[in-house]
């Protein structure tokens, strides 16, 4: 027997709650406009608003406090704010998380209610969430993007020899958007965007990718030259799978799926999570290669790291936390590697003093009277 949906499906919200939703979330014209932030709220923002909004709908729901009479702002007291918090606890998510739901929901009811004053969701007693809910930090693994990039040839090479779903062709595909996501980063929304001849075109002998401002989160346009090893990967899907894929869909979506539709962000991350899981044993999601990207590039070439950060398009407050965090690990690398070194150094002195002919974990023997 199946329990009660965590998120209030749109139908079964109040009838007043659909209402000011419908009425409050489309654009008004006019720079003085009753729904001026609605127009400026991205796409992303406004159905994440919708979604943390019909989760706490379900969690008023589950608990008999969702009395359709009351006004949508009244609903929200710091008692049933604290109750929705312990709630999301107990279903495992984390701090991160909470303060996502929290400050979706302060979107959702600044929209609907915007006469309502909402900021003590984001600041209880005047403090910043990010203090209430601090970051609970969890150990992550950790691929060199060489690593990922060296298993998309592999596929690559086998899907050329036909082994894999659709005659390989899924396997192309795949491999040049795993070899993609490690070698530039691009976040998935971004990557589900782009359109063939628009946001990546061929030009001379490189393919080079142009993400405009409405697709980047940080509303910067992005440009990348895609490196040379990807170069063939991206010539035989563009002119060889994409066609098979798509057949005679009229789409100019760059990612196709199997069925021949555009592959959309739920889609493609789907696809590598299952590739991670099958090269390398775990799965992982499209953003975890901007982790590898800022880690990779701390231990081999921290210099570069704000170059980095421009290429993932980082704001400065996620760049520095990046860097601190990069530049963190690769000390520690770099410590373990002094340690590991210094104690080999030791042995070798202590062996030429006392006269050992054997050293390491397993004993040392001295030279000499006494030795067996």
């Known amino acids: ?52 909004y019909g989760v706490w709908l379900g969690f008023l729901a589950r608990h008999d406090l969702l009395d359709p009479g009351t006004a949508p702002a009244v609903r929200a007291t710091p008692a049933h704010l604290d109750d929705f918090i312990e709630d999301q606890r107990a279903r495992g998510n984390r701090n991160t998380t909470i303060r996502a739901r929290l400050s979706g929901l302060r979107i959702a009811l600044r929209l609907i209610a915007p006469e309502a004053d909402t900021r003590f969701m984001v600041r209880p007693h005047g403090i910043p969430l990010r203090r209430w809910l601090p970051e609970q930090p969890r150990a992550r693994p950790y691929l060199h993007l060489r690593e990922i990039a060296d298993r998309a040839q592999a596929h690559f090479r086998a899907g050329l020899s036909g082994r894999g779903y659709a005659n390989g062709a899924c396997a192309i595909r795949d491999a040049a958007l795993m070899g993609m996501l490690a070698m ?48 063939e990967m991206l010539d035989v899907y563009v002119e060889v799978v994409r066609p098979k894929l798509a057949g005679a869909a009229p789409t100019d979506a760059f990612w196709i799926g199997a069925g021949g539709t555009p592959l959309t962000t739920r889609g493609l991350t789907d696809a590598v999570r299952r590739r991670s899981r099958e090269w390398f044993g775990w799965s992982f999601g499209p953003h975890a290669c901007r ?3 800022t880690t990779t590039v701390a231990t081999e070439a921290p210099e570069l790291l704000p170059e980095a950060a421009a290429m993932l398009g980082h704001g400065a407050e996620v760049q520095m936390k990046n860097y ?24 070798i002195l202590a062996a030429r003093r006392y006269g050992w002919d054997r050293i390491g974990r397993g004993g040392r023997q001295r030279q000499g009277r006494g030795s067996r």
């Open 1 to 52: 027997m199946r329990g009660p949906r965590l998120s209030l499906p749109f139908p079964a919200w109040p009838a007043e709650d659909r209402r000011l939703w419908e009425m409050r979330t489309t654009p008004s014209a006019g720079l003085f406009g009753p729904n001026r932030l609605a127009r400026r709220l991205r796409p992303a923002t406004l159905r994440k608003a919708f979604q943390d």
């Open 291 to 293: 982790r590898f990207i």
């Open 184 to 231: 530039r980063g691009p976040r998935i929304a971004s990557v589900a965007s782009m359109a063939i001849g628009k946001d990546i075109q061929r030009q001379a002998d490189r393919w080079v990718i142009r993400l405009p401002p409405e697709h980047v989160k940080t509303q910067v346009p992005i440009t990348w030259p895609v490196p040379d090893e990807m170069s």
């Open 324 to 347: 601190n965090e990069a530049k963190a690990d690769a000390a520690a690398r770099r410590y373990a590697d002094l340690i590991e070194r210094l104690r080999q150094e030791t042995e």
